[in-house]
């Protein structure tokens, strides 16, 4: 598709349960991205995917969270035995690869899944 | 230090006038740079990205990179009460690199 699509828009669970955001990118958009952002806060990396493969995991927390991009199947995010802390906005974003290029291209962000944890 | 450090505001500016938004970065390796626009409750949405030395102009905008001095900006030029929003400067380091953001900054615009 044309967005980055994002779902479920809103989730809503009781401290301790598991939680799944589901991220499908920008057809031909090689690169995935997580973010969180707290309220206002800044945003947080989380992990990246370049195709199925993950790029970079050096902001994903240890223990209760874990992410995926299968072939021909939206990317996920999971987070096992939520805390009150995890209460945030998750934001997926994709971006192309430049060939013979080192530059970052721009990544494009879904609309988000806002996360309540209660 | 933070990475990426931007005056977070609120920035009022009347409407028409030249709003200007700053950003620093302390990561000498970086090599990508945006700046994006968060409307309350909404995604971040791209305005400018920049890769070289010096001003980018995108009709009302202009991104100005001054790698030496490790520092990025954003002119935004006849402000519009729609443009009233949180402005966040992005960096980058390589081809697939994840992006540090600052804290962003509020831009008001007063008609």
């Known amino acids: 598709g044309e967005e980055v699509a994002q779902t479920p828009k809103h989730l809503v669970r009781g401290e301790g349960q598991k939680a799944k955001l589901y991220c499908a990118p920008i057809k031909g958009h090689s690169y995935v991205f997580w973010y969180q952002q707290v309220l206002k806060n800044e945003f947080k990396f989380l992990i990246s995917?370049?195709?199925?493969?993950?790029?970079?995991e050096t902001g994903m927390p240890k223990e209760r969270f874990s992410a995926k991009c299968l072939p021909n199947s939206p990317c996920s995010l999971e987070i096992q035995a939520t805390k009150l802390e995890d209460s945030a906005v998750y934001f997926c974003?994709?971006?192309?690869?430049?060939?013979?290029?080192?530059?970052?291209?721009?990544?494009?962000f879904g609309d988000g899944t806002r996360l309540s944890i209660l | 230090q933070k990475e990426v450090e931007q005056n977070s505001g609120p920035l009022s500016v009347p409407e028409g006038a030249i709003a200007s938004l700053n950003c620093t970065y302390s990561d000498r390796v970086s090599q990508s740079f945006f700046w994006y626009r968060q409307y309350s409750g909404k995604s971040p949405e791209l305005i400018m990205s920049?890769?070289?030395?010096g001003d980018k102009e995108d009709g009302r905008f202009t991104a100005q990179l001054n790698k030496a001095s490790q520092y990025v900006s954003l002119l935004i030029r006849d402000s519009q009460p729609s443009d009233s929003a949180t402005y966040l400067c992005?960096?980058?380091?390589?081809?697939?690199?994840?992006?540090?953001f600052g804290q962003g900054t509020e831009l008001s615009v007063k008609p």
């Open positions: 995917f370049q195709n199925e493969n993950v790029f970079d």
């Open positions: 992005a960096v980058s380091r390589n081809q697939g690199g994840k992006l540090i």
């Open positions: 974003a994709s971006s192309q690869t430049e060939q013979a290029s080192f530059s970052n291209q721009p990544q494009h």
């Open positions: 920049i890769y070289s030395n």
